[in-house]
């Protein structure tokens, strides 16, 4: 029991295996890892260089910055230094990296100093620890260095500790993931010892640097976090080394984090919070956002769109939901997600709106999220901004021109009331008042609702309550109606304006979710490339109203320029090198991202299961919404799919055309090796007997016509073979002329003396057979082939009839024989290449009916084999074809 319980999983196996087999293709990373600056990062990464160096490891420097140290400097002496690339930025040369001659140079390790590096404008990539990937993914080492204060999850961390704001930062992911990391470790003490010796920066910057960053108690906390970091991988390895071999231990279920986030800056320290969070504890970490009817203006929509960047930057799993109940969509996520922690941040704006919500959502969130933790984080803040985050304004996105239309309306319809008043009575106006604001809330914002109710409650309190022309209110029943009269418009404008909202998102949803649908439609009933194009351009012009043009793979896997009906815009030669950067390492590049930004178009991969067939580039003016972005990679997932399958039918296509052609050749080789060998064998026999033995001339002859027959046999079988050449390639083109049809057959009948002897052949003419306009050569080759094959299974002394007839502009041909006749099968058969029926004659190719019906079909016409009621086959030959407007007799 105990062995089969410790019996591996086959699919664990094989993912472990996968992994493995993935990991050996690329390069391995070594970090040098420090608490900050000057603590010898670069200095030990030469030295370990160094070490391969003498152990034979081709080692070249791509890029190291000495600081003008000078035991740095002696180091770096020695090794091959790719030359740095130059960029002009704002009048200024800025050198960088050249990725592209380290990856042509292709050593055993590269060296890349500070990883964290911002690249100047221009380069590929924006960050260049992007350059680094790009130089694993091409299976080379490389030795790098970085800080802790770099990590980004660690940079708000460093923020506070330092006072510093971290502008520099790399994702956790490239840090979880490096094959090794090798601390460098100095007590705070030494590096303040080197500071002050000018070992680290300048005299001047080193006293300016120890009484700002590096300040004895911040080394400290840097180091105790770098430590840390370290000491958490170690135990992930171990972890993660006793799963790959199996090895049982005491683990419980594991924990499992779902960090909120909003639309705020105090989400993007939530997330690196909970990353640290999820480190420490050990669990595994998502985020979700729930979208509400709430509409985000277009700075929450940029800060949105940057914690979903960061999140995915700290390797975090990030989901939408969609519910106007926030506590609900939470809670139900996490239940479904199996998820243990819950982490949110703490409320800190107050306004009108969340004064009319029902309940508090910290509270909410704890009394149904049952046994499910939940942890709030606070924020600091600053002094000047506790007042601004404590209260404040309802966040509205309506203009002006909204708030003027309403104010309009209102003051129009009260206008109205005012001249009737003494006819329907002041209390009539609040209820004309109160459905002109319920009606302007399907058409306006919140703000503007508000506006409206609170005016109608003034105007109607002013001039219609009694006493008129104040704002006093004599009745309590009047004051009371007034207040529910606002109360009433506001919250029946606010929940319409709501609802409103809703709808529209949901139509949104449904507009795409149909979107998605009609091209999946278009795209199953699609055949070939071509069409594929069509439809997927057509549908990003509907429904994103964007320009592309569609870049596809050929046979050598390589994207091809596409042609001019393909294109909205064309591609020049450096923007063709950022398609193809995408289509090799299947990432999206160019405009608005991080990858050759400078670029005047976004690319993206069209990355299927299996393969990626392709780019897709775009005129992107502006940046996706996040809806957006998922609908774009929903709608380019089908694309993909679509032209993947494509690009497999033709695949499988082609495999079954060289399965069928091999066949064919083998086929070929056969009969044709077999059809060679007999009259060869005769020609040479024959010839080999006349040149050695005198023979009488009775002999002679006879040897003489032996070799006639066999070069006849060796003619016709290479006649066969070229017309069968010339109807596969599609060259076969009937040159039409006037005929005699008794030319044609007596032809025939001449070229087929020596076969026709033992047979009793009857020709069937009518008297007023016309010309006929057919290709004399081709129709010769017919007629000749049928009456040959005749010849070779009719017996011997039977009669053989050809008959010609033309009637209704249709000439039509019959050769009859009385042989043995087809089976069933064999007549749906008769006519393929190489087909010979059972019981045949040796010799022969099987070639000659099939060249028949080619070169019948050349004409339009048809052929057909039936069997005859007495006994034999029945060949019918109609070919459409016209006469002369005068008749010639034949």
């Known amino acids: 029991m105990d062995f089969a319980d410790n019996r591996p999983d086959p699919d664990e196996l094989l993912a472990s295996l996968k992994l493995e087999e993935e990991k050996s293709k690329r390069g391995k990373l070594k970090i040098f890892f420090g608490m900050c600056a ?40 020695g090794f091959e230094l790719i030359p740095r690339k130059s960029y002009q930025y704002k009048s200024t040369t800025v050198y960088e990296m050249d990725l592209d001659a380290i990856i042509a140079r292709k050593p055993q390790i590269v060296l890349v100093d500070e990883l964290a590096h911002t690249n100047a404008y221009g380069s590929r990539h924006a960050k260049r620890f992007q350059d680094v990937q790009d130089i694993l993914d091409n299976g080379i080492d490389v030795y790098t260095t970085v800080n802790v204060q770099h990590l980004e999850s660690r940079s708000d961390t460093v923020s506070q500790i330092t006072g510093i704001i971290v502008r520099e930062t790399v ?10 990391i090798e601390v460098i470790d100095l007590t705070p003490d030494e590096l303040l010892q080197r500071l002050s010796e000018g070992k680290v920066y300048t005299p001047e910057r080193s006293k300016e640097a120890i009484e700002s960053f590096f300040r004895k108690g911040n080394i400290t906390a840097l180091r105790e976090m770098a430590l840390r970091i370290v000491a958490d991988r170690v135990d992930r390895q171990l972890h993660e080394y006793m799963q790959l071999k199996r090895i049982r231990g005491p683990w419980k279920s594991g924990m499992h984090l779902l960090v909120a986030v909003s639309h705020t800056q105090q989400s993007a320290r939530l997330l690196r919070w909970a990353k640290n969070l999820s480190y420490t504890m050990g669990a595994d970490l998502q ?3 729930v979208e509400t009817s709430y509409k985000l203006d277009s700075g929450e929509s940029e800060q949105l769109n940057k914690n979903i960047a960061l999140a995915r930057q700290l390797g975090i799993k990030f989901r939408f939901v969609t519910n106007s109940d926030m506590v609900k969509a939470i809670v139900d996520f996490a239940q479904k997600e199996n998820i243990t922690h819950i982490v949110i941040g703490k409320p800190r704006v107050r306004n009108l709106l969340t004064l009319l919500r029902l309940g508090n959502f910290v509270n909410k969130l704890i009394r149904y999220s049952g046994n499910i933790d939940v942890y709030i984080l606070g924020s600091d803040i600053q002094l000047k901004d506790k007042f601004k985050e404590k209260v404040s304004l309802p966040s509205f996105t309506s203009n002006v021109r909204q ?58 309190d002013f001039f219609f309550i009694p006493p008129p022309f104040t704002l006093h209110v004599d009745k309590p029943e009047d004051m009371l109606m007034l207040i529910m009269f606002f109360i009433i418009a506001l919250l029946s404008g606010v929940l319409t304006s709501r609802i409103k909202r809703q709808e529209m998102k949901i139509r949104i949803r449904e507009e795409r979710t149909n979107a998605l649908y009609q091209l999946t439609r278009e795209l199953s009933t699609a055949t070939g490339i071509g069409e594929v194009i069509s439809i997927a351009k057509n549908g990003i012009k509907k429904y994103f109203n964007l320009n592309c043009t569609i870049l596809l793979k050929n046979d050598t896997n390589q994207l091809e320029y596409p042609d001019q009906k393909n294109t909205d815009f064309t591609i020049s030669k450096n923007e063709m090198s950022v398609a193809e950067w995408t289509f090799h390492h299947s990432a999206k590049a160019g405009k608005h991202t991080d990858t050759l930004p400078a670029s005047k178009y976004t690319f993206y991969p069209l990355k299927g299961n299996q393969m990626n067939s392709g780019v897709i580039a775009i005129q992107q003016e502006t940046v996706f919404t996040q809806g957006e972005e998922q609908f774009w990679e929903a709608f380019i997932s089908q694309i993909s799919g679509k032209f993947e399958r494509e690009y497999l039918r033709n695949m499988a296509k082609q495999a079954f055309l060289l399965n069928e052609s091999d066949k064919l050749y083998k086929t070929l080789f056969n009969s044709i090796s077999h059809e060679l060998r007999i009259p060869v064998a005769t020609i040479m026999g024959a010839s080999d007997s006349l040149l050695t033995i005198q023979h009488t001339d009775e002999i002679r002859k006879e040897l003489s016509n032996e070799i006639f027959k066999a070069s006849k046999r060796l003619n016709r079988l290479i006649e066969n073979l070229l017309n069968m050449s010339r109807l596969e390639s599609g060259h076969i083109t ?12 007596n032809k025939v009948v001449e070229s087929l003396q020596e076969e026709l002897k033992p047979f009793s052949l009857h020709v069937v003419i009518p008297e007023d057979m016309p010309f006929v306009k057919i290709d004399f050569g081709l129709m010769e080759q017919v007629l000749y082939n049928l009456i040959y094959n005749a010849t070779q299974y009719a017996s011997a002394s039977t009669n053989l009839r050809v008959k010609a007839f033309w009637d209704n502009e249709i000439l039509t041909l019959q050769v009859m ?22 019981g045949s004659k040796a010799g022969g190719t099987g070639l000659g009916l099939s060249i028949a019906k080619g070169f019948t079909e050349a004409h339009k016409g048809t052929i057909t084999v039936e069997n005859r009621q007495n006994g034999g086959a029945k060949f019918t030959i109609k070919i459409p074809t016209e006469i002369p407007h005068t008749e010639i007799k034949g």
């Open 734 to 745: 009937p040159r039409l002329d006037w005929c005699d049809i008794h030319d044609l057959i």
């Open 817 to 838: 024989d009385r042989g043995p006749g087809f089976s069933p099968k064999e007549i749906s058969l008769i006519f393929n290449k190489f087909y010979r029926v059972e």
């Open 38 to 77: 000057g603590v010898g990062k670069t200095y030990s990464m030469l030295q370990t260089a160094r070490a391969e160096k003498t152990k034979g490891c081709d080692i070249i420097i791509g890029y190291i910055e000495t600081h003008n140290r000078k035991e740095t400097a002696e180091l770096a002496e």
């Open 287 to 289: 985020a979700v956002y």
């Open 403 to 460: 708030y003027l239309i309403v104010s309009f309306i209102v003051i129009v319809t009260s206008i109205i009331c005012f001249f009737i008043k003494d006819f329907i009575g002041y209390q009539v106006v609040s209820f004309a008042l109160l459905f002109i604001v319920s009606i302007l809330a399907f058409f306006f914002g919140t703000g503007p609702i508000l506006l409206s109710a609170t005016l109608s409650a003034l105007i109607w």
């Open 171 to 180: 994702p956790d992911e490239i840090f979880e993931n490096a094959d090794e």
